[in-house]
């Protein structure tokens, strides 16, 4: 924490910044200690529901002065929900931090939720979930979710269904927005140029006269050891959309740092054992990758990708075959280092951007995620072995922790040949 400034305002919302002073510009988000997870199946979709309604207008600025306020001096002005935590960022010239810090807190405070906003807006999100249906690669995930947790609501879209969205009328809305965005929730991240005392000056402004509020909680996940499961989906498509997710580990599981390495590895860039197998060595696929994910009390790494339609059960055959290849056998010296330098690397060049660094501290903090020393996360990435990563390999990549969406054209036909292939793991 020695780099970075830090506050805590006596109504508990928290302030924490990173001077850059080499930058002229200042990346400021407010974060919300709330997400999907926060939200249950029948009103699923809420947090990103109220997401769009804070950028519709205020009790003093309407949605075009929203914008015109950034916009007009050379910023830019976003917002995202996930799982665990719901942000509104603005990236502007230091000069223009507390205007940034004025637009934000006033959309966050003091959101009108006029009814025909939500009325237009239920609609527009409406049409985003139709658009996702209409997209393979979304769909296939929205699937994999289903498999992996059944009745929960982390196997419900973020964005909802389109029954849950049309049940959230303006009462359920506010009284989850009031619930939820107490600044006792609330936390103001800054990197760049900053003037910390205008910052802190700023949140004692725009937050003090707001009470402390209670801290929500969220259900913890059940994971389902039961795999391999497969979803199958016929549907005319010029490529077959294919989504693999296995429960994994959590931020806080001492393996994590190797699960980080191992995912280089296999596939995260143009160097890893997926691309080169089935891209560059066969051409079975345009897009293919790996992905992890750590929440507070487990975790899902995932392997995706766009296949030849004639070529499922062979692609789907050779990333099992890389996957037990990376749990059985030590990874050579030189994929080793080469992961862990891209790790060093990447995690740098993302640090040296104003925007980018506010994302990645908002993240740790609302989501308590140690350490924030830059130095001490690549020391502890840097002391994985070899036989670490063998050792998270093998705890994530279980057979019975196994479930495959597919998308394409006639897959349905393959079901029992793609299970046979999933048990092979």
């Known amino acids: 924490m020695d780099r970075y400034q830090s506050k805590v305002l006596d109504n508990g919302l928290k ?32 947090s990103h529901f109220i997401e769009h309604l804070l950028f519709k207008g205020t009790k003093k600025r309407s949605t075009v002065q929203i914008k015109n306020s950034i916009e007009g001096i050379g910023g830019s002005l976003n917002g995202f929900t996930s799982e665990e935590v719901t942000c509104y960022l603005v990236k502007v010239l230091g ?69 849950t969205v049309n049940a959230l009328d303006r009462s359920r809305l506010l009284g989850y927005k009031n619930r939820s ?33 209670r801290s929500c909680g969220y259900r913890k996940m059940r994971v389902d050891r039961n795999g391999p499961k497969t979803k199958l ?5 010029e490529q077959t959309h294919m989504a693999m997710g296995f429960h994994g580990i959590s931020r806080k599981d001492p393996l994590r740092y190797a699960a980080d390495i191992l995912n280089v590895a296999l596939g995260a860039n143009m160097s890893s054992r997926l691309f080169h197998e089935l891209r560059e060595k066969r051409g079975l696929a345009y897009a293919i990758g790996s992905h992890v994910h750590y ?35 030590p990874l050579s010296i030189k994929e080793f280092e080469r992961a862990k330098e891209y790790y060093r690397g990447h995690l740098l060049f993302m640090l040296e951007d104003t925007a980018s660094h506010m994302l990645w501290l908002g993240k740790k903090v609302v989501t308590g995620d140690e350490p924030l020393d830059m130095e001490r996360i690549l020391d502890n990435a840097m002391k994985v072995t070899i036989d670490d990563v063998l050792k998270a390999a093998s705890a994530i990549f279980k057979r019975a922790y196994l479930n495959i969406a597919v998308i394409g054209p006639d897959v349905e036909k393959e079901d029992k040949l793609i299970g046979r292939i999933a048990g092979e793991l």
């Open 15 to 46: 302030v924490i910044a990173h001077r850059m002073p080499q930058m002229r510009s200042a990346a400021l988000g407010i974060w919300i200690a709330t997400g999907g997870r926060y939200e249950n199946t029948a009103n699923r979709g809420i």
């Open 95 to 163: 000069r223009h931090l507390e205007l940034g810090l004025d637009v934000l807190s006033d959309m966050v405070m003091n959101a009108r939720f006029d009814p025909g906003d939500i009325d237009k807006e239920r609609s527009v999100i409406l049409e985003e979930i139709n658009m996702y249906r209409d997209q393979p690669d979304q769909y296939v995930s929205e699937l994999l979710g289903g498999l992996m947790w059944p009745g929960q609501t982390m196997g419900i879209p973020l964005i909802g269904t389109i029954k």
């Open 181 to 213: 965005y107490s600044p006792s929730n609330i936390t103001v991240v800054a990197c760049g140029d900053i003037d910390w005392d205008i910052l802190v000056g700023g949140c004692h402004k725009f937050f003090s006269k707001r009470k402390r509020g």
């Open 233 to 237: 989906l016929n549907k005319k498509t």
């Open 295 to 329: 929440y507070a009390d487990g975790g899902v790494a995932f392997v995706e990708a766009g296949v030849d339609n004639r070529k499922v059960s062979k692609a789907t055959q050779l990333i099992i075959k890389e996957l037990r290849r990376i749990k059985t056998a």
